[in-house]
């Protein structure tokens, strides 16, 4: 039995990731420095940053996240497109998602040597606000306040107004502006792929 798309990823960002834990050298050559990239041609970042994290919360948390909503989008993809296409359309998903979220950080920091980011949580982003366009009416909770559920239409926008005041308020060293890109990037590629879910969440919010 071969392993799925989510499955290798994870496999792989988990290798990685343990890697850097007992490298700091290493962790750093793969991390997002929109600096390197500009002023070093280090332009690989845009895509090795997802593999690497910076603590076991980070990556458990991404990990997971990752294999809730891949599971379900991976084999739905195929179910709708076939196993190629579909897995493709997955893999673009998740990789330009993890691309897509870089360039606002790139935009605001490209001459800024001190920022480094690090993480798949903008290509999971993407995933989940495909994963929330695809299934508008699954329930979806907060980790944080356990018990409560509410459909994915209601929840992902909670989460994007969460997400830009989190960024405007800037407090954090979380890249809040990452997840708004990666969310936008899910929205806008199954939009481009299936424009009928798109249809589908507008009935279902004003219908």
Do not use: C
């Not at 799925?4 to 290493?26: C, D, R, W, Y």
């Not at 190629?84 to 998602?97: A, D, E, M, R, S």
């Amino acid at each position: 039995m071969s392993l799925s798309i989510t499955l290798i990823i994870i496999i792989a960002t988990v290798l990685v990731s343990l890697q850097g834990f007992n490298n700091q050298e290493f962790m750093y050559k793969l991390a997002f420095s929109p600096y390197d990239v500009k002023h070093h041609g280090r332009q690989y970042k845009f895509i090795t940053h997802l593999f690497v994290h910076a603590d076991w919360g980070h990556l458990i948390f991404n990990m997971i996240s990752f294999y809730m909503f891949g599971e379900m989008m991976e084999s739905q993809l195929v179910l709708e497109y076939g196993l190629v296409t579909g897995k493709l359309h997955f893999v673009l998903i998740y990789f330009l998602g993890g691309f897509f979220a870089t360039i606002w950080p790139m935009a605001r920091n490209h001459d800024n040597p001190a920022y480094v980011s690090l993480g798949a949580s903008g290509a999971v982003s993407s995933l989940i606000f495909a994963a929330i366009l695809w299934y508008p009416t699954m329930q979806l909770g907060l980790i944080f306040i356990p018990g409560i559920m509410i459909p994915a239409y209601i929840f992902g926008p909670l989460y994007l107004a969460f997400e830009f005041w989190a960024f405007k308020r800037g407090k954090t060293n979380i890249a809040h502006d990452a997840h708004i890109g990666g969310a936008i990037f899910g929205i806008i590629y199954i939009l481009i792929i299936n424009i009928e879910k798109g249809k589908e969440l507008i009935s279902l919010i004003f219908g």
